[in-house]
Structure formats: structure tokens, C-alpha cells
């Protein structure tokens, strides 16, 4: 049988022994910068150019071309996005959306139609908040949770069991505070942080929501969470 083989993709500008440790999970891990595209705080935020669920892969098509090459060079099966990633809201935020099984979760308008085309068959939950990924974490298809209230309410409004947790001391680039959904990525039962919560999470509030759905925690810094626009895991097919 045939073993499927495991990349993460990460900002390049994280710090090193957070990339090491990471490395200890994968098979590689892709450093992921860009120059003059959009705004320099996401400038090296995977997400933002790059959208995954669990079938798909939607990568910007003005994404750099090392994107690319370590794509088709490691044999991970994408498509190529209709729109390009600028410096507006609207067009940094194309491929910042989130998708289960079931819903797919974005502000209405904002999504590439190469996305909203796989995504059809999913029931399309309209939120606030067009960086949808970099501040939400999905556990599974009824739990989830965010550092963003206005996302909190659409949530709750549609009967999922949802976590709010505070934006405060998590950081980013050229901003005061990032997203929770930006610091993180679940792969193969693991939610991996970039940072540590416990230095956020005084009564362990989120690593409780977190550990009983049988998810472990890995934080790959002893530093507060660092919002490098998530970590992305991919797999050759």
C-alpha cells in the first residue's frame, strides 16, 4: 500500500525552534514568504494564499513560484485559483475560508470561485469576518472555536458548540493582536500551536475544550502565540 507523505507549510519568518520541533511531525516543511503581494503582516501567511480541506487544495495563482515547484516536485495534487491576492480586504481574503464535511464557513462574496465551485455541495455559512481562517480553529463539524466575537454569534446562532477565546497577547506582525485560527493547525489528531497557550490560558479553559474531543496539544514554542496565518498540512496523493 502505498504511504501517503506528510508537509506542513509554515511562515518563514516563525521562530526557528518552532520549525525544528515541527519538523519532528512531517516529512518536510515548506517556509513560506512573499514580497510586494500584500500587506507585509501576511505577507508570509500560508493561508491567506492557500486554501485546504480534506480533498481539496486552491492555491492563489500569483502565489510565489517556489509554491508551485515544491508542489509539483513532491507530487501534492492542487488547483489554481480564479483571482489573485492584493492589498484590499477583499482580495487578501479569496482563499482565507474554512470547510468541513458539511458547512463551509466565509463573508459572503469574498471566497474564489474555484473554491465556492468544490464547495458546493456544503452548506454555506455566511459570517462577519472574512479572514475566516486565521480566526476560527474547526475541532470537528459541530465544534469549533474563535477569537472573534461576530463569529461567535453566527455559531452560536446556528447551534455549534463554540469557544471564545481572547485575541489578547497573541502576536503578529505590524498589529496589536492576531487570531487564534492563524496560530495553529490540526493534523493526524494534534492541534499544533505556534507558541503556548498555557501562557494565555490561566485556567486551561481552551486546552479542556481542546483535549476532550482526545485532540493533544502540541506547542511548538514556550512563547505567547504567534500568528504566522496557521500551519497548513498537506499530503502527496
Given at each position: 500500500m502505498k504511504e501517503n507523505i506528510m508537509y506542513a507549510i509554515?511562515?518563514?519568518?516563525?521562530?526557528?525552534?518552532?520549525i525544528k520541533k515541527l519538523r519532528n511531525y512531517v516529512n518536510?516543511?515548506?517556509l513560506f514568504k512573499s514580497e510586494c503581494i500584500t500587506y507585509n503582516s501576511i505577507s508570509g501567511h500560508p493561508d491567506i494564499f492557500i486554501y485546504v480541506d480534506k480533498k481539496n487544495i486552491v492555491i492563489a495563482p500569483n502565489a510565489p513560484r517556489y509554491v508551485f515547484d515544491f508542489f509539483e516536485l513532491n507530487k501534492i495534487n492542487f488547483k489554481?485559483?480564479?483571482k489573485s491576492i492584493g492589498f484590499t480586504l477583499k482580495n487578501s481574503t479569496l482563499y482565507n475560508c474554512l470547510s468541513n464535511k458539511k458547512y463551509f464557513f466565509h463573508k459572503k462574496n469574498f471566497s474564489d470561485n474555484t473554491i465556492l465551485k468544490l464547495c458546493y455541495n456544503?452548506?454555506?455559512?455566511?459570517l462577519p469576518q472574512?479572514?475566516?481562517?486565521c480566526s476560527m480553529v474547526c475541532i470537528d463539524e459541530n465544534n469549533y472555536i474563535t477569537s472573534d466575537h461576530g463569529i461567535e454569534k453566527i455559531l452560536k446562532i446556528n447551534k455549534f458548540n463554540t469557544l471564545y477565546f481572547s485575541p489578547?497577547?497573541?502576536r503578529i506582525i505590524d498589529h496589536r493582536n492576531g487570531f487564534l485560527g492563524g496560530t495553529c493547525g490540526l493534523y493526524n489528531r494534534k492541534l499544533f500551536f505556534n507558541g503556548n497557550i498555557d501562557?494565555?490560558?490561566?485556567?486551561f479553559k481552551l486546552r479542556n475544550f481542546i483535549e476532550k474531543f482526545n485532540i493533544e496539544i502540541i506547542n511548538l514554542q514556550d512563547d505567547f502565540l504567534y500568528d504566522g496565518g496557521?500551519?497548513?498540512f498537506v499530503k502527496n496523493d
Open positions: 509554515i511562515d518563514a519568518r516563525t521562530e526557528k525552534k518552532a518536510d516543511v515548506l489554481i485559483g480564479n456544503k452548506k454555506f455559512i455566511n472574512a479572514y475566516t481562517r489578547k497577547k497573541i501562557l494565555h490560558d490561566k485556567d496557521g500551519i497548513l
